[in-house]
């Protein structure tokens, strides 16, 4: 069995790749807030060099995937600190453990969200991988009432820094796949309270129009998510592949 790292392992999405891949047979590694092999907080630098130093010490430094699917929706910074710099630091530290592994290959999470409600300053800075002004721009956003644009803006960031991470040296040049999927209306705790209420239901709906198979259950991400970081994966990078039963289809239409 290959050894995988999937974060947010404990929950939703990273949950289901987790339970899929161990009945595969590969080793996973676990990294979560609680319930899995490595606990750490990655939405601070030293939980995410506290969590690669300890999957280099489980796995040899030597991993053959990673798949990031820890993740926050809250309307404050730990958006940006979790769904960006968790993810970008995290993969930056374990980098040179895929290398050393034969298939290597990593993907992450973003969302529909990345196409919605965004805040280019947010976002540009992620871009510039400077955590402090984008923690400080956040924290005014969110303290403004518009915290609620943060979640999208981590998600562009996010699939922003694929499409030009994955053509580096240290990426395509170490033939390595970086890509990402881009969920809909997923069913998983983190949307367990807005699907809760008719109310809610109407504005999922409305924001994310899924007119194939409607809302997805996690398994449905979690098999893309799979295939991308599986061997099968040679030519495939630097893709935001939609796992939205038609969202972006339907919001950006043909010209995407
Ligand atoms: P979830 O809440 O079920 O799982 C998220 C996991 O991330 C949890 O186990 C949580 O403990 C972990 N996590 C949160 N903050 C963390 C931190 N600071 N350090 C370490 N782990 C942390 O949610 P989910 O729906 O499975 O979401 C998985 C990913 O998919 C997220 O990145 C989310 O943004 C993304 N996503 C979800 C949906 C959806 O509709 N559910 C849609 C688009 C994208």
């Known amino acids: 069995g290959r050894k995988v790292v999937v974060t947010g392992a404990a929950s939703g999405i990273g949950s289901s790749v987790a339970g899929l891949l161990r009945r595969r047979g590969?080793?996973?590694?676990?990294?979560?807030?609680?319930?899995?092999?490595?606990?750490?907080?990655?939405?601070?630098?030293?939980?995410?060099?506290?969590?690669?130093?300890?999957v280099l010490r489980r796995t040899g430094?030597?991993?053959?995937?990673?798949?990031?699917?820890?993740?926050?929706?809250?309307?404050?910074?730990?958006?940006?600190?979790?769904?960006?710099?968790?993810?970008?630091?995290?993969?930056?530290?374990?980098?040179?453990?895929?290398?050393?592994?034969?298939?290597?290959?990593?993907?992450v999470i973003s969302s529909i969200a990345?196409?919605?409600?965004?805040?280019?300053?947010?976002v540009a800075a992620c871009a510039e991988w400077d955590e402090e002004r984008a923690v400080a721009l956040a924290a005014k956003v969110s303290a403004d009432g518009h915290g609620?644009?943060?979640?999208?803006?981590?998600?562009?960031?996010?699939?922003r820094w694929v499409r030009r991470t994955c053509l580096t040296p240290g990426w395509a040049g170490t033939g390595i796949p970086l890509n990402a999927v881009a969920p809909g209306v997923v069913v998983t705790p983190m949307t367990e309270s807005l699907l809760a209420t008719e109310e809610g239901r109407e504005l999922a709906?409305?924001?994310?129009?899924?007119?194939?198979?409607?809302?997805?259950?996690?398994?449905?991400?979690?098999?893309?998510?799979?295939?991308?970081?599986?061997?099968?994966n040679t030519h495939v990078t630097g893709q935001v592949v939609f796992v939205d039963g038609g969202a972006d289809a339907t919001l950006r239409g043909e010209d995407a």
């Open 26 to 54: 590969d080793e996973v590694i676990g990294v979560d807030l609680h319930d899995v092999e490595v606990v750490a907080d990655l939405s601070a630098p030293e939980g995410r060099r506290a969590a690669a130093d300890a």
């Open 61 to 107: 430094g030597v991993v053959d995937a990673v798949v990031a699917c820890a993740g926050t929706a809250a309307p404050t910074e730990a958006t940006i600190t979790v769904n960006y710099f968790g993810v970008v630091d995290l993969l930056d530290a374990l980098r040179p453990a895929l290398a050393r592994a034969d298939l290597p290959r990593a993907a």
């Open 114 to 122: 990345s196409i919605q409600v965004t805040d280019a300053a947010v």
């Open 148 to 159: 609620y644009r943060l979640y999208g803006s981590s998600k562009l960031a996010l699939a």
């Open 205 to 232: 709906d409305r924001a994310v129009p899924m007119p194939l198979n409607g809302h997805a259950p996690p398994e449905a991400v979690a098999h893309t998510l799979i295939w991308l970081v599986g061997p099968e």
